[in-house]
């Protein structure tokens, strides 16, 4: 028998199930097509599509939890976003909505553990499985509660759980950050040890977009901007587990700040572009460099693959230019809702009308038409009007940061457990009404500077 060939031809990405069949209809069969198939080979890496640049592996590792010596641009603490395996439950808009599920769901988990175990003395061979009560509206279930329940382990409520998350791009939300109701909290708690710790973490992932990139100072969900791995400027020791060093700073904190950048990567960076470089200059270079349109078109197919891998260019200029871009592009997206200090989306062009109605609040936003995004019906009484095309241009994980901000600011309710998110209780919570239509402007604006950043990188070669 002869080896089959398998034949392939892309029709583009992101389309909809109607378009797909219209393009199928109008070939018509598979003879008409005949100059159009690509025949597949794969690689040595068993890639049949988007195969993966030779060049790339010759790179450095932005992290690299297998290799001991750390010899990557960070340190072996880094970490996965956060996956609570219960959403619903774990973040809200408001606070004290968040604690009141939070405080429904403990009650009820140990009603379920302490009967449980009232029955079992009765009758040893009854299993888990088959005597909790699977019910939504009041729990979520998985493998480990239900391990706790076997094992008789109480739940108790923590203040000092709630705090801050990053849960997609430019959306912010109370959290219950805790081993007991979060399914996987991975080395999250290193990162971000308690609700008052100071941190930067860049957050990568692959994705078939190539890499979505996104910095954060609070706790990223799993998937904040695609399956996430946060690579933080620090990481944090409890003092009385840690091992001293000559280097750790005095003080009476409950916990010992070390440095996310590896020693390996600063002694690299420091023999090609001088003794004055930081770690500090290589984390906000990384940042940068993962904006580079060159370096994310070349190595599009290994991005969606892997982790990154990236090279320290030749030229201490160009290093540079990538370390202030990666500063000035992190000041952007951390300070996306620091309306004090960002500059006004007018001074673009962009105008708002209604805004004198003083109804702020949101529901849904959406554009007029799915061809007209120049314009943003904020709600019934306000219109964001002449968004410049290029505001759009600045995506994360296939989407622009302007139909993030319109995605996630909205009223849900989910549907299993009829709990409901409402964004502007967030706007209450830090007394300015006009928070998220500030945010939406603010967002625009940011949007329009980084691509006009990204345009201003150095050019890379390979």
């Not at 279930?141 to 109480?154: A, D, F, Q, T």
């Not at 308690?194 to 990139?213: F, H, L, M, Q, Y």
């Not at 996310?260 to 004055?276: H, M």
């Not at 906000?284 to 197919?301: D, I, K, N, Q």
Request: aromatic share 14%.
């Amino acid at each position: 028998m002869s080896k089959a060939n398998i034949y392939y031809h892309d029709i583009g990405d992101y389309l909809s199930r109607e378009e797909k069949l219209a393009i199928v209809q109008k070939f018509g069969s598979v003879e008409n097509m005949e100059s159009q198939w690509q025949i597949l080979q794969p690689n040595e890496h068993g890639d049949w599509l988007n195969l993966r640049d030779d060049a790339f592996g010759e790179f450095i590792p932005i992290g690299d939890k297998d290799d001991k010596t750390s010899q990557a641009f960070f340190n072996q603490v880094y970490s996965r976003g956060l996956a609570s395996a219960r959403d619903a439950w774990c973040y809200n808009s408001l606070k004290i909505e968040l604690e009141k599920n939070i405080h429904n769901f403990i009650n009820f988990y140990n009603e379920q553990r302490e009967a449980y175990h009232f029955e079992k003395k009765l009758n040893p061979k009854i299993e888990v499985e088959n005597f909790v009560t699977f019910d939504s509206t009041r729990i979520t279930w998985n493998r480990g509660l239900k391990e706790y329940l076997e094992k008789n382990k109480p739940v108790v409520f923590e203040n000092k759980c709630v705090t801050v998350s990053l849960y997609r791009p430019f959306f912010k939300q109370h959290v219950y950050f805790s081993r007991d109701l979060n399914d996987m909290v991975y080395q999250l708690p290193k990162l971000f040890p308690s609700p008052t710790t100071e941190n930067r973490v860049i957050c990568v992932s692959a994705a078939k977009d190539g890499i979505p990139v996104l910095i954060t100072d609070c706790i990223p969900d799993l998937h904040f901007n695609g399956d996430t791995q946060a690579f933080p400027l620090y990481y944090y020791e409890e003092r009385a587990k840690a091992a001293p060093s000559l280097f750790d700073a005095a003080g009476e904190s409950e916990y010992i700040r070390r440095d996310g950048v590896s020693d390996f990567i600063l002694t690299q960076a420091r023999s090609r572009y001088g003794e004055r470089v930081s770690k500090e200059d290589i984390f906000y270079y990384v940042y940068g460099f993962l904006h580079s349109p060159e370096y994310r078109s070349r190595f599009s197919a290994d991005l969606k693959k892997m982790l990154p891998r990236l090279p320290l260019v030749e030229s201490p200029k160009d290093f540079w230019a990538f370390s202030k871009a990666g500063r000035s592009l992190a000041d952007l997206h951390l300070g996306y809702d620091d309306f004090a200090n960002a500059p006004k989306a007018e001074e673009i062009g962009v105008v708002v009308r209604g805004a004198e109605s003083g109804h702020f609040q949101v529901e849904k936003m959406r554009f007029p038409s799915k061809d007209d995004k120049s314009r943003i019906l904020y709600n019934s009484q306000i219109t964001v009007e002449n968004i410049p095309a290029q505001a759009y241009e600045y995506q994360v994980n296939g989407k622009s940061a302007i139909e993030w901000v319109m995605e996630r600011y909205a009223i849900t309710t989910h549907k299993e457990s009829g709990i409901r998110n409402d964004p502007n209780d967030w706007a209450a919570e830090v007394g300015n009404p006009r928070y998220i239509l500030d945010l939406l402007l603010s967002v625009i604006r940011l949007s329009v500077e980084t691509v006009e950043v990204v345009r201003g990188l150095p050019g890379v070669s390979f």
